[in-house]
């Protein structure tokens, strides 16, 4: 049996990626797919001690963040794709919307 360690180390690792990836690239999908992993860090983390504690409730706290997640996908998608439209590049150093 594998113990809550392993879990929150891959966590750990996982959120960190998904922390560099954020900070150091300049794509907005590449960017947005990073919190995404991120997201799921924590998911991990929730559902490891859900289990370790033999409590449900992070399980079903879990089930609401993904739906959640799904939702924050499909809303984050289509301004990536607005910003397409008017800048014709998804490089997040190009996008300045509040210049007028």
Request: with cysteine; charged share 10%; hydrophobic share 65%.
């Amino acid at each position: 049996m594998i113990g809550i360690d392993w879990y929150l180390a891959l966590s750990a690792i996982l959120f960190t990626i998904g922390a560099i990836g954020v900070l150091i690239r300049r794509n907005a999908i590449v960017v947005f797919m990073c919190i995404e992993m991120m997201l799921n860090a924590v998911n991990l983390t929730l559902i490891s001690f859900s289990a370790f504690h033999g409590d449900i409730a992070g399980q079903i706290l879990v089930f609401f963040s993904l739906s959640v997640a799904a939702a924050e996908a499909v809303v984050g998608l289509a301004i990536i794709i607005a910003i397409f439209r008017n800048n014709l590049s998804v490089d997040i150093t190009q996008v300045n919307l509040l210049r007028w």
